[in-house]
């Protein structure tokens, strides 16, 4: 971890919603509005706990929606560091494995940071350090369609893993820790169709927060 000057206003921002919800798509909408160069993305997935140790039946049980699957403390620290200046290297998770993969993601620190994950408001350590706390909110059957096909798509699940996994965890992990969780939002935002509109407007925001004319 190295330390970097910090001579730009810093801005935390922490995105949550259920699976499928379009969290990760509007950080990046935004990242992209703002500018890449100033923004440093930090998705909650890369920080998995590693399950190597493990065996592939005892991974496959995992329940990976609940906080206790996530190395938190680890996510903690590296924002922390990343709102005070310093870059971090962040693990790198292999999904089809569920292990993480060797070496890491160098991360350095942005004028805009932005958090994302489906339980990045559970954690009280976490949000105080938010600036921002934004929920995105989206139907039930889309977030279902869009995480079936994500996760056939890039994680090399098939269709019977992914529906179980969905009824026996996701869901009920959803209804016990992210949508609660909807709570402590700043803002309330739709993940469905077109959000071009409340891309333009947060980014303005933020853009001005930084003291962009």
Same mark, same amino acid.
Request: net charge neutral; aromatic share 6%.
């Given at each position: 971890?190295?330390?970097?000057?910090?001579? $730009?206003?810093? @801005?935390?921002?922490?995105?949550?919603?259920?699976?499928?919800?379009?969290?990760?798509?509007?950080?990046?909408? !935004?990242?992209?509005?703002?500018?890449?160069?100033?923004?440093? @993305?930090?998705?909650?997935?890369?920080?998995?706990?590693?399950?190597?140790? !493990?065996?592939?039946?005892?991974?496959?049980?995992?329940?990976?929606? $609940?906080?206790?699957?996530?190395?938190?403390?680890? !996510?903690?620290?590296?924002?922390?560091?990343?709102?005070?200046?310093? *870059?971090?290297?962040?693990?790198?998770?292999?999904?089809?494995? $569920?292990?993480?993969?060797?070496?890491?993601?160098?991360?350095?620190?942005?004028?805009?940071?932005?958090?994302?994950?489906?339980? #990045?408001?559970?954690?009280?350590?976490?949000?105080?350090?938010?600036?921002?706390?934004?929920? #995105?909110?989206?139907?039930?059957?889309?977030?279902? @369609?869009?995480? #079936?096909?994500?996760?056939?798509?890039?994680?090399?699940?098939?269709?019977?893993?992914?529906?179980?996994?969905?009824?026996?965890?996701?869901?009920?992990? $959803?209804?016990?820790?992210?949508?609660? *969780?909807?709570?402590?939002?700043? !803002?309330?935002?739709?993940?469905?169709?077109?959000?071009?509109?409340? #891309?333009?407007?947060?980014?303005?925001?933020?853009?001005?927060? @930084?003291?962009?004319?």
């Amino acid at each position: 971890m190295s330390t970097e000057a910090q001579t $730009h206003r810093c @801005l935390v921002v922490g995105i949550a919603g259920g699976t499928g919800s379009g969290k990760t798509t509007l950080a990046r909408r !935004l990242a992209r509005r703002i500018g890449e160069d100033r923004c440093a @993305l930090v998705p909650q997935d890369n920080y998995y706990k590693d399950l190597a140790a !493990l065996s592939a039946g005892a991974r496959a049980r995992v329940n990976f929606d $609940h906080p206790d699957s996530l190395d938190s403390a680890l !996510l903690v620290e590296h924002v922390a560091a990343l709102k005070a200046g310093q *870059s971090v290297t962040s693990p790198k998770y292999d999904f089809a494995r $569920h292990t993480r993969s060797p070496g890491g993601l160098e991360v350095h620190p942005r004028e805009v940071i932005l958090v994302e994950g489906i339980l #990045v408001f559970v954690w009280p350590e976490l949000v105080r350090l938010f600036d921002l706390r934004i929920f #995105v909110d989206a139907p039930d059957d889309i977030r279902l @369609l869009r995480r #079936v096909r994500r996760d056939i798509a890039d994680r090399g699940r098939d269709m019977d893993g992914v529906l179980a996994q969905y009824q026996e965890t996701v869901r009920p992990m $959803h209804d016990a820790f992210v949508r609660p *969780s909807a709570r402590g939002a700043d !803002l309330i935002v739709p993940g469905e169709g077109d959000n071009q509109i409340v #891309v333009k407007f947060l980014a303005t925001a933020m853009k001005s927060f @930084l003291g962009d004319d």
